[in-house]
């Protein structure tokens, strides 16, 4: 799949390219449409065929356009019966196909946007990837420090009933996401990362850029949030980033941040001993701050040091190493998510996610999910042009295909003709005259990664799928538009209030 997938998808709109000829007993023209959904329109839905093994009969595909059937209409548009036994297997492959394809036009609408580069592209995403690790490098120093001049007086992470004194104050010590805040609205797909902090850059006092994830409601729209190191800085930047040009099409309208949403605790129930969460929260700690390049921790303890403190104080170094993994690495411990920043996991979960009182009758439990996260870790390898021997394959491929040797020490390159004296010549010959053709190649390379990234991403975003319905002429609507809100099957995973749900891809068994 990797290497072979062709970007320019087929047209499946075309029903001549997926009606395969069939016999005349099962032509159209002799048939009745009656038991058929789509009677009102027939020549729309392009067809397949498939001949069954014992050669009596055939099954009938459905295109890939339009709307997904579901088994009933599957088996309604069949001309002649299938045995049950192999029509369950016929309709998953389909569903398969369907969903695979839905993908791939997902893919190819919307690969060359910078929000799905910067996710999915191995170089730039790594880029990406190295400022954040630089960030937390930076936030890390900060953390430790504020531990040592007791910045973090009064946290308690605990559910106590008492009502915080400010977001970012104690005793949940959690963000802000209107403090020396700037919010940037409807930033269109066109419009990069770099584009916007190649202009922030310039701000005095500017400390971090935060992008929300696409809006799918709002054409891939992506909102951003602008940082600031002080009150007057933020003002300040309010107004000289007020119709800065971006790109352009694109100017800055900048207002200042009044999200009312982030105010929520939530609360796990309590579990038995404090040990399990201490060690488990420590362990994660450590692989999150390798992954990110840090590599010693002076908030960590040791187990013997652990047993020796006093409740209290135990306590306290959980809380420790709780509030790390939410501020250094984004990332809730009892969610068991993590995010691009401190914002985003504010906006996710709330400002702070409390636990019960340690009860010794209650049940341990620990979510599966953070020793897999544990476990899992590295596998994500570091992506380099150089040692990619795919590329190298497709760039020697490259080479071959354009030299044409003509006679003993004559070599002509058969993109200019230019005649060289050896082989070695058109090679270098071809990186510096022909640097599109070559770049070509590496882009075809690098979307071939995108694809597999994009496939394997288990919170991908994609479309939903829109199900075929007898009463809706599915082939007339925009293809692959959100379905209407009055569509019961149909759930927005960018509505707020369902902020806590991952996005998956569509699980059509119920239907
Ligand atoms: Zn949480
Ligand atoms: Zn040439």
Redesign the pocket.
């Known amino acids: 799949m990797q290497d072979e997938f062709n970007p320019s998808l087929p047209d499946f709109n075309n029903p001549t390219q997926l009606v395969k000829k069939h016999s005349r007993s099962r032509s159209p023209e002799r048939r009745p449409y009656t038991r058929n959904p789509y009677s009102d329109n027939p020549l729309k839905i392009p067809k397949n065929f498939i001949k069954l093994q014992d050669g009596k009969g055939s099954v009938l595909i459905p295109s890939l356009a339009g709307g997904l059937l579901s088994f009933k209409q599957f088996m309604e548009m069949q001309h002649s019966p299938i045995p049950l036994s192999e029509a369950q297997g016929f309709y998953n492959d389909y569903k398969l196909k369907f969903e695979q394809k839905h993908l791939e036009i997902f893919f190819a609408e919307h690969k060359n946007e910078p929000w799905f580069i910067e996710k999915y592209d191995p170089i730039v995403s790594q880029k990406w990837q190295e400022e954040r690790n630089l960030n937390a490098k930076m936030m890390q120093r900060i953390f430790i420090e504020n531990v040592k001049n007791s910045k973090f007086q009064g946290l308690k992470l605990q559910d106590t009933g008492i009502a915080p004194d400010g977001l970012s104050g104690a005793p949940y010590f959690g963000f802000d996401p209107n403090s020396l805040t700037l919010f940037l609205k409807a930033i269109p797909t066109n419009v990069s990362r770099w584009e916007i902090l190649d202009v922030l850059k310039n701000c005095l006092g500017f400390l971090s850029l935060s992008m929300s994830e696409p809006l799918k409601s709002q054409n891939f729209a992506r909102f951003a949030w602008v940082l600031f190191d002080s009150e007057a800085h933020c003002l300040e930047g309010l107004q000289t980033l007020c119709g800065k040009q971006v790109t352009q099409d694109f100017r800055l309208s900048p207002i200042l941040s009044r999200t009312s949403s982030s105010k929520n605790i939530k609360s796990q129930p309590p579990t038995d001993t404090i040990e399990n969460d201490l060690k488990l929260s420590g362990q994660l700690i450590t692989t999150l701050d390798r992954e990110k390049g840090i590599y010693e921790n002076p908030l960590l303890i040791t187990p013997e040091q652990f047993s020796e403190l006093p409740l209290i104080e135990k306590e306290l170094q959980l809380d420790y190493q709780l509030l790390y993994l939410r501020k250094i690495h984004s990332f809730c411990y009892y969610c068991v998510e993590e995010y691009d920043d401190e914002r985003m996991l504010t906006a996710k979960c709330g400002i702070a996610h409390v636990r019960g009182k340690y009860d010794i009758n209650a049940k341990t439990f620990t979510d599966p999910r953070i020793e897999t996260r544990i476990l899992n870790s590295g596998s994500f390898k570091n992506y380099d042009k150089d040692t990619d021997e795919i590329l190298s394959k497709k760039l020697k491929e490259f080479e071959d295909r354009?030299t044409v040797q003509e006679e003993e020490n004559k070599f002509r390159?058969d993109?200019?003709k230019?005649l060289f004296r050896g082989s070695e010549f058109i090679k270098k010959?071809?990186a510096v005259?022909?640097v599109d053709e070559v770049n070509g190649v590496v882009k075809e390379r690098m979307e071939n990664i995108m694809l597999e990234r994009y496939l394997n991403d288990p919170c991908k975003i994609t479309n939903p799928v829109i199900l075929a319905n007898d009463t809706m002429k599915f082939s007339e609507r925009r293809k692959w538009e959100p379905r209407k809100m009055n569509n019961e099957s149909y759930e927005d995973l960018d509505d707020p209030a369902r902020r806590n749900a991952r996005r998956k891809i569509v699980d059509y068994s119920d239907i």
Do not use: P, S, T, V
Request: charged fraction near 20%; charge should be positive.
């Open positions: 354009y390159c993109l200019c230019k010959h071809l005259r022909h």
